[in-house]
């Protein structure tokens, strides 16, 4: 079982303790630096361009882009996740070189978690079609495998169209991880049939609990090294409770999941980077 943290900071939803909203450059650095020293696998970075005031969700998120960028230099082993992209916001070929350049940069560090996205306030704001999102992000992931990994690309489809353009610099990883979010049977099968993985909201956000992850997952074939995530329905207490590791592990083992994104209780920065170090140490990570 890998696992991954749900960063703080980098978003402000629901109830967070006030340090986070204070919270700046320094304070990510030394979490993104914890999380690669403690054999996390990766971290997170939600994806909004401008929100309307009062969102239940949160008014605060961070680019991914610019955050994984700038956090590329101060890592050395971390992966980095948008958690997730909406697909129908971007050209294929824009995500291709930005996030292309992005795996270029941290030598293969990538893993792209798309999504549909369902606030048609947003999709007004950026002229983004709504209606015909579902179809649209289809389309948009075969011509992002088309373009990720190669120089030179092409593709025909019904919304996206490019013939013998260079992408250069571009993904170094010969596959790139694309996780699709989404937490409908939809969403599952456009993971099963485009992606290489699926990443399902938390639990807090309409995501499915273990036994209806374990239910949806046996109604698919899933390609042979299949991702999915599982965002465990509560915050853990590694210090207080280390037991509770071993039994969240093996509930999403259960489950299906081969990732856990990790959230901790914290009051304050010290207390989260403790958090982590416990349990990194009950979970067995890979410590350096």
């Known amino acids: 079982m890998k696992v991954g943290i749900s960063s703080p900071i980098l978003a402000l939803a629901g109830k967070r303790p006030a340090w986070e909203a204070a919270a700046g450059t320094a304070e990510v650095v030394r979490v993104a630096r914890a999380a690669d020293r403690l054999g ?69 560090r990538l893993l792209l978690g798309l999504g549909v996205g369902n606030l048609k306030e947003e999709f007004d704001l950026l002229g983004a079609p709504f209606e015909d999102r579902g179809p649209r992000a ?50 599952l099968r456009r993971a099963v049939a485009l992606g290489d993985g699926w990443s399902p909201a938390p639990q807090s956000f309409r995501g499915p609990t273990p036994e209806v992850m374990r239910e949806m997952l046996d109604r698919h074939e899933a390609p042979e090294g299949f991702d999915v995530v599982l965002t465990p329905g509560e915050r853990l207490d590694p210090i207080g409770a280390p037991g ?45």
């Open 244 to 288: 509770r590791v071993g039994e969240v592990i093996a509930t999403a083992e259960k489950a299906g999941a081969t990732h856990i994104n990790l959230t901790v209780r914290h009051e304050s920065l010290a207390h989260y980077l403790e958090q982590l170090e416990a349990f990194a140490e009950a979970a067995g990570l890979d410590v350096i």
């Open 40 to 108: 996390y696998e990766f971290m997170t970075c939600p994806d909004h361009v401008a929100v309307p005031p009062g969102l239940p969700r949160g008014e605060r998120f961070y680019d991914p882009l610019a955050t994984f960028s700038f956090l590329a230099g101060q890592t050395q082993r971390l992966r980095f996740l948008p958690y997730v992209l909406v697909l129908p916001f971007y050209h294929p070929l824009e995500i291709a070189k930005r996030y292309g350049t992005l795996d270029h940069l941290s030598d293969g």
């Open 138 to 187: 289809d389309d948009a992931l075969r011509a992002l495998r088309a373009a990720l990994s190669g120089r030179v690309a092409s593709y025909e489809g019904p919304y996206y169209a490019f013939q013998d353009m260079v992408v250069d610099p571009h993904a170094v990883q010969a596959r790139v991880p694309l996780w699709i979010g989404g937490h409908s049977d939809r969403a």
